[in-house]
């Protein structure tokens, strides 16, 4: 053990400790990843974090109605059956502060904030090829230095305030719902306008209609959802849950998406109208995320997607007492789940108060924003006096893009993913050795329950670093043939689910003006992904380039 206390990097003299390892980010990523380098390997390991405290983008996201689509059981590390007994969960779906507390809890139980810096934003990466070793430049201006970079960022952590003409004039107050100030906003008494209706703008509409005196929804895609039907867990449910944790733990194990149900092996059409529409009720009664498992072909085949569809869309009809704003509601122009399928409170049901008011602003878009509010091209203006951005993230490779991260040759990460995001299972750039990034475009990630990923990726990662440890192995760095094969079979995978027709969903880039139209998640599954890596590490980390010691001296 170090003599002098150490302090997130730095020793108590103020010295820096010669680092193995620089994680960015202390979310559910970075957090494990520290546990497992430390702890596990002993490694001396970093986490450098912008924030002020834990929890990654639960520490951002303080949204109104902020909350996880994941049950609370499901949405927690699966690694300790110690963390798992101990904490337990209030609610079906944990909200935003209650997730916050227990990433909090586990970051005191596994004693990580010692190593942890806070407030230390990262500006710059550059890899040192002669040392063999990444530079790591704060806003602060520090530099540190360390052989292995992870990042662990987060995929939705880059938020996106779309550049709407006239913002710096508007004389009320505005907030992305990615950077929620944390003293929270006061709507009382305001007239609100909401822009964005994914699955943040759908959780947020019915509670700030709860306090604000008129709101306004602007909607550009109309979107379905589906009830989340949250609720306190009642004792009986909690000791069952705790009874059930090997059971969950393999279910999340062996699901494509990593939640803790499985999709029915039937076809939509293996059934008749009548039964088909008794399943989807029975769906939508239990509520959440697992509606799209009644079926197994509702994300691969059109006709069966529309049955689901047509479902859903008739349920806001239903729903919506004024037929012209249902209208609008149910005018959805993407197959069902092919953008990130949201589930609600009562988000339809708030359009039937009478202070609420939907806008489409596909038919009549923003034009500007004004002093006084927003006006559309038809010249029609609303008043405000606050705007809130439910306007999504650069996903994927915006939180990556700007550490500007600098490989071999001085080609900067920017410069390599010009055309779009390319790597290796997700987690290695050619050209970046090293570097692993936890969650990266090209991995399941954003497409299932991300503590699962994680956990995957976080314990790949930890014993891939070991093996090269064990193999007097310097260097890993994906090649640049393992990258192409692999890029192919993303794409393959994606163009074998209706996912890449929701021409503007951010799985694209499609959200953010100029980036590359590249379908960035692995659409192959979970399980699959986890069988694949671990036959390229079975295989002696197949598709990588390792350099050893003897080789690095030459
Ligand atoms: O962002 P989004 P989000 N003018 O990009 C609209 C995760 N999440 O923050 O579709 C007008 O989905 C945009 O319209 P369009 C989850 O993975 C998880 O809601 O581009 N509108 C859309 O309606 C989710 O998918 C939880 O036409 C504009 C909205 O803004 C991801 O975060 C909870 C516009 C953005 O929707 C992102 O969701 C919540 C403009 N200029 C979120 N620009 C969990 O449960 C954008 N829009 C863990």
Redesign the pocket.
């Given at each position: 053990m170090a003599s002098v206390a150490m302090n997130g990097g730095i020793s108590a003299d103020g010295a820096q400790r010669k680092l193995d390892a620089i994680i960015i980010g202390a979310g559910f990523s970075g957090m494990y990843q520290l546990h497992c380098l430390r702890d596990r390997l002993g490694l001396n390991a970093v986490v450098l974090e912008a924030a002020d405290g834990v929890g990654g983008t639960w520490y951002w996201n303080r949204y109104p109605g902020a909350?996880?689509?994941?049950e609370s059981h499901s949405y927690c590390f699966q690694f300790s059956d110690e963390l798992l007994t101990e904490w337990e969960w209030s609610e079906r779906y944990p909200g935003q502060a209650e997730i916050l507390r227990y990433m909090n809890f586990v970051a005191d139980k596994l004693d990580l904030k010692r190593d942890i810096r806070f407030k230390t934003r990262v500006v710059g990466a550059r890899y040192d090829e002669a040392a063999n070793r990444w530079t790591v430049t704060t806003e602060g201006g520090e530099t540190l230095t360390a052989k292995y970079l992870i990042t662990a960022v987060g995929c939705?952590s880059s938020a996106?305030v779309?550049k709407?003409p006239g913002l710096e004039t508007f004389e009320g107050d505005w907030y992305h719902?990615?950077l929620w100030p944390h003293e929270g906003v006061d709507f009382s008494g305001k007239r609100v306008g909401q822009?964005?209706?994914?699955?943040?703008?759908i959780?947020a509409v019915p509670v700030i209609a709860q306090t604000a005196k008129t709101l306004t929804v602007?909607?550009?895609?109309a979107?379905y959802s589906v009830p989340a039907h949250n609720a306190p867990l009642s004792p009986e449910r909690k000791r069952e849950l705790k009874e059930r944790l090997a059971e969950t733990r393999r279910t999340m194990r062996s699901t494509p998406n990593g939640h803790p149900f499985v999709i029915e092996n039937r076809s939509v059409f293996d059934v008749d109208d009548d039964e088909r529409l008794r399943i989807f009720e029975k769906q939508w009664e239990m509520g959440g995320l697992q509606f799209r498992a009644a079926f197994k072909d509702i994300l691969l085949d059109k006709k069966a997607n529309d049955e689901a569809a047509n479902f859903l869309k008739n349920k806001i009809r239903q729903i919506v007492k004024d037929p012209e704003t249902a209208e609008k509601l149910a005018n959805i122009d993407h197959p069902y789940s092919t953008?990130?399928p949201p589930i609600d409170s009562f988000y339809f049901d708030t359009y039937n108060k009478p202070h609420v008011k939907l806008v489409d602003?596909r038919s009549d878009p923003?034009e500007a924003i004004t002093p006084k509010g927003i006006r559309l091209k038809s010249g029609e203006e609303h008043e405000l006096d606050i705007i809130v951005f439910?306007?999504?993230?650069d996903a994927m490779t915006g939180s990556l893009l700007r550490l500007n991260i600098t490989g071999r040759g001085g080609r900067t990460l920017s410069e390599s993913w010009k055309a779009g995001p390319t790597n290796y299972l997700g987690l290695q750039v050619s050209g970046f050795p090293n570097l692993f990034t936890i969650t990266g475009p090209g991995s399941p990630s954003?497409l299932c329950n991300m503590p699962v990923p994680i956990e995957q990726h976080v314990e790949w990662i930890t014993d891939c670093i070991d093996y090269m440890r064990r193999h007097d192995v310097e260097a890993i760095e994906a090649t640049p043939e393992a990258m192409d094969r692999w890029v192919a079979h993303v794409n393959d995978a994606a163009n074998a689910t209706l996912m890449p027709q929701a021409g503007?969903s951010?799985y694209l880039g499609a959200?953010v003006p100029g980036k590359p139209r590249v379908f960035m998640p692995y659409a192959g599954g979970m399980a699959r992904y986890r069988g694949i890596c671990d036959d390229v590490a079975a295989k002696g980390y197949e598709g990588f380039e390792m350099t050893r010691a003897s080789a690095m001296a030459k």
């Open positions: 909350r996880c689509d994941s939705l996106n779309p709407i719902t990615g822009i964005g209706t994914g699955s943040t703008g959780q602007f909607q550009r895609t979107n953008k990130r602003v923003i439910a306007t999504g993230f954003v503007h951010w959200n």
